[in-house]
């Protein structure tokens, strides 16, 4: 009898810690944002919420500098960002990124050489030169999804060289690299059953970002063709993939599936909540930003910089939201910091090319 009641206690302690990861422990606060009996609410820990504050505050901005005086291009040398602003606001900005993002590792020194601060001897420098001009040109191209609040580098790397999640793990992705299991029995797992922190720990593939953040898969469960089946666009691997995105799109932005479907009828756009259209817009900024800014500066990076693969860190969206369905909870820093609102048109030209934001204009047009 001892035995077999030491043998029930265990499985029932068992059971408590299985169904534990299954629901938040009380209290917990629901917001509804959908039309009654449709079930879209989102669920809130008041306790997750707390530890995110922090995260999500907003350093005081230094104060504005004059835009009278020398341009930054005039006193000091091999300036091709930013060269327009005069030698106070562009000493500021520097100050501010030092502090967004390399305020425990060096500081200024993190991309310069102390010695020469002009010279590009550290890859750092290169990197964030790059980042300068992305962050322009998403403020000024990405408005479907960034809208009027923009970002700047802060909204990346709150006070880390690397970004982090709300968890202090990695918010940046690398291609996967080769499966533990190639083959075998059950064949090519495509990394499913072999879980990643970036999709939740679950048993789906492991790496879906490949496929939607740097290539255009579709990203559909259910096929736009009837039978027969040889017309159909989507398998079941396809499925798994586009679920691996969504449990990543969820945690990244801390809201449940129903923030941008509707709960009886996800796949339809009519139903559908208006954060759909910005989460849309949002997958095919990514996916530009990735071809046309990360990726490239794969020679640049030291080898411990790069992936598995030998890729270059990319962006997902953990990398801004951390936790928050809007980084930073919508505060903008780009009122105080107008410089970054717009592209530089001096030193090198900016990358991508002219003409480039308009044909990505014309493919998301097209994908309407």
């Not at 500081?107 to 001897?121: I, K, L, R, T």
């Not at 580098?153 to 999640?165: E, N």
């Not at 709960?263 to 949002?282: E, H, I, K, L, M």
């Not at 490239?296 to 270059?312: E, I, Q, R, T």
Request: proline share 8%; glycine share 8%; charged share 20%.
């Amino acid at each position: 009898m001892k035995i077999q009641r030491f043998v029930r206690l265990g499985l029932v302690a068992g059971a408590v810690m299985l169904l534990a990861g299954c629901w938040e422990r009380p209290p917990v606060e629901m917001v509804q944002h959908g039309y009654r009996g449709t079930g879209m609410a989102q669920v809130y820990n008041p306790r997750t919420l707390v530890k995110q504050q922090d995260l999500n505050k907003v350093p005081v901005a230094l104060p504005a500098a004059p835009a009278e005086g020398p341009k930054a291009k005039e006193i000091y040398k091999n300036v091709q960002v930013l060269g327009d602003l005069s030698v106070a606001q562009f000493t500021r900005l520097m100050a501010s990124m030092a502090t967004w993002v390399s305020p425990n590792d060096g500081g200024c020194v993190y991309c310069h050489n102390p010695a020469n601060f002009a010279e590009d001897s550290k890859y750092t420098k290169v990197v964030a030169r790059r980042m300068l001009q992305m962050t322009q040109y998403i403020n000024a191209n990405w408005q479907q999804h960034v809208a009027e609040t923009g970002v700047t580098c802060y909204t990346c790397h709150r006070g880390h060289p690397k970004p982090q999640d709300q968890n202090g793990q990695m918010a940046y992705w690398y291609a996967a690299g080769d499966p533990a299991h190639k083959g075998g029995m059950l064949g090519w797992r495509d990394g499913q059953n072999e879980p990643a922190y970036s999709v939740g720990a679950a048993s789906l593939p492991n790496e879906p970002f490949s496929r939607f953040l740097l290539g255009d898969s579709n990203i559909r469960v259910q096929s736009q063709h009837a039978l027969p089946m040889a017309k159909s666009t989507q398998d079941i691997k396809a499925t798994e993939w586009t679920y691996g995105l969504m449990i990543h799109m969820s945690k990244s932005l801390g809201v449940n599936c129903d923030y941008c479907h509707n709960s009886r009828a996800f796949s339809s756009w009519p139903q559908s909540a208006p954060q759909r259209v910005t989460a849309w817009y949002g997958i095919r900024m990514v996916r530009n930003l990735n071809n046309e800014f990360l990726d490239p500066l794969k020679p640049v990076y030291d080898a411990d910089d790069l992936g598995p693969k030998g890729d270059a860190p990319k962006l997902f969206c953990a990398t801004c939201h951390k936790g928050a369905y809007k980084p930073l909870y919508g505060q903008s820093m780009l009122k105080d910091f107008p410089e970054l609102s717009k592209p530089s048109t001096d030193g090198k030209p900016l990358y991508p090319a002219e003409g480039k934001p308009a044909a990505e204009e014309q493919k998301v047009a097209a994908a309407q």
